[in-house]
């Protein structure tokens, strides 16, 4: 069975080409990739992410529950901020990735699409006795690039919209406004009612906001250093060797999340870690690939043309004491590559620049 | 819709196949396979000199999504690669059936040819792919 968005009507009218995603179907592109990764790099693009599952959790135990089952800690959360931080399992492997808003009178949390099932089951295998999960069809649109804030406003009337920072969330009337995205651009994420959705895409297509597709979602992502779940990390892999070390809260030591006892065991002593890959050769670093670095072999976990930097770039996970000059296996063919850290672009900026 | 002109020749892996008035043949991919990959972005040719039979890969074109193997229409020998798609592999997108050609063969016998699809077989390839 695949699941449609209310949008599906939206993306055959702007000719995005629908592919089958984790059991949706949505648009990888609307014709040219790279285009609608260089509007949102130069202008403005928006996504349908509305695939991502969204589960508020309200009732008295929804603090506690979450501060037990998560790796970052939302106790030090304001109203209307948010954090991203990865779901354990108790051996310390990554069930999922997530963002949690602390809301007025609750929390919410966006899930991948991918993993929407195993989080509700795991989520209703822990859930403590006072507190209510709800799961309710919305629309959610990205706006993203250095435009989007300036669109969004002329589109809307929103006022303030460019005062909100970064990791914070909006709520207007039944709509949440959060400064997030996953890109390495500046935008927001807005979540709403189906209908006002709908509406709001067209408004924001009328007012030249490229509509973007999973293809540039992708080489955005991996361009701004951040991990896609079920490819840089998974099960099998816990924060500590995913580059995403920095969203465990290992204060106050005595809250005892899922999966802490396993990965502070590996705190300090990891054997691997995930780095950027730069290709100095010519070809395309792809997923799978075999690195070959000073200190033994690692594993390319995502690799992509890069059409800001117009060369091919990748994620890849190595022994911990890898650096600089590596090669990578082609197909047979050894090519010249470099280890370097992750991002490779934000904010419109090269990161990485080849020497 | 994707243009399918009646003067090539086409394998269902969707590579054409034209004979030229010198007798070789040259090798691309269709506009329907160049839409299907999306933009573009790096060609791997096969080597000038090498003798290859029909159904060989002979090279791979890789999009920013993904990578895909080029197979040989017919037997014989690469005698050229284009040059333009090392620097300007986008040509594939612009232009399938002309500027953006991958590489010559000299056929080592012309009846493999008449094994690939003409134009309205491979139309049906195609259709059959998209539903």
Known sequence: MTEKTPLYDSHLAAGGRMVDFAGWIMPVNYGSQIEEHTAVRTDAGMFDVSHMTIIDINGPDAEDFLRSIIANDVASLLVNQALYSALLNEAGGILDDLIVYRLDDGFRCVVNASTRQKVLDWFALHAYADMTFAHKPQIMIAIQGPKAIQRLSAVTAILLLDELKPFYAMPHDDWLIGRTGYTGEDGVEVMLPVEQGIRLWQQLRDAGVAPAGLGARDTLRLEAGLNLYGQDMDETTSPLVSNIGWTVAWNPPERNFIGRAAIEAQRGNAEEKLVGLVLEDKGILRHDQKVITNAGDGVITSGTYSPSLEYSIGLARVPKGATGECQVDIRGKLKKARLVKPPFVRKGKDLVSKS | ?131
Request: aromatic share 6%.
């Open chain 2, 1 to 131: 819709m994707s243009e399918i002109p009646n003067e090539m020749k086409y394998a269902a892996t969707h590579e054409w196949a034209r004979l030229e008035e010198d007798g070789t043949v040259t090798v691309g991919i269709s506009d329907h396979a160049q839409q299907a990959l999306g933009d573009v972005v790096y060609v791997e040719m096969p080597e000038i000199g090498l003798t290859i039979s029909e159904g060989e890969e002979a090279g791979v074109v890789e999009s920013v999504k993904a990578a895909s193997d080029i197979y040989a229409p017919v037997r014989g020998e690469v005698i050229e690669v284009n040059p333009k798609l090392d620097d300007a592999p986008e040509t594939v997108n612009e232009d399938p059936y002309g500027e953006g050609w991958f590489f010559k063969i000299q056929p080592s016998d012309l009846a493999d040819l008449d094994e690939l699809l003409d134009a309205e077989s491979y139309a049906e390839v195609c259709d059959a792919e998209d539903h």
